[in-house]
């Protein structure tokens, strides 16, 4: 039996199958996307695949959990705010060139992401004292009032 690819499969899924969910995240602006769930079976143990749509990305997010208990509110909410911890450290780790950080000493990857927090959270206290800057990403931090040449 054929089973067709994921977006392939999402595409094909009738309007009927879709169920809104409204998400109670005061800041997001979007707040009712639709989620399709189905069992799936991976490695002999059952999984809840959920596929999510109108999250405000182009392409359809699609979650895959073992927890079989907790609401698709509540699963949409812990994906936002780990992606939002994700971010921040992928950004953390462009901006601070963590592949040069310790690797010539030969030190462990795991002190490495420790060096990393440690400096993503010094620069996030230095820009919540920055008026304008209390959301701004490490690169922006440092580009604007720290690589900025003194005036002449």
Do not use: C
């Amino acid at each position: 039996m054929f089973l067709p690819a994921p977006l392939t499969e999402i595409e094909l899924l009738p309007p009927s199958a879709w169920r809104r969910v409204s998400l109670e995240v005061p800041a997001r602006k979007f707040k009712t996307p639709r989620v399709f769930e189905q069992p799936v079976a991976l490695a002999g143990a059952t999984f809840r695949q959920l596929f999510v749509m109108d999250l405000g990305h182009e392409e359809p997010t699609i979650l895959l959990t073992n927890d079989p208990h907790t609401n698709h509110a509540e699963l949409l909410t812990r994906y936002a705010q780990r992606m939002l911890i994700e971010n921040a450290l992928s950004d953390a780790v462009r901006f601070f060139h963590m592949e040069a950080l310790s690797s010539a000493v030969g030190l462990k990857l795991d002190f490495d992401m420790a060096l990393l927090v440690i400096a993503s959270g010094l620069y996030r206290l230095l820009a919540r004292r920055m008026r304008g800057h209390a959301e701004a990403q490490a690169r922006h931090i440092f580009r604007d009032p720290i690589d900025t040449p003194p005036p002449t």
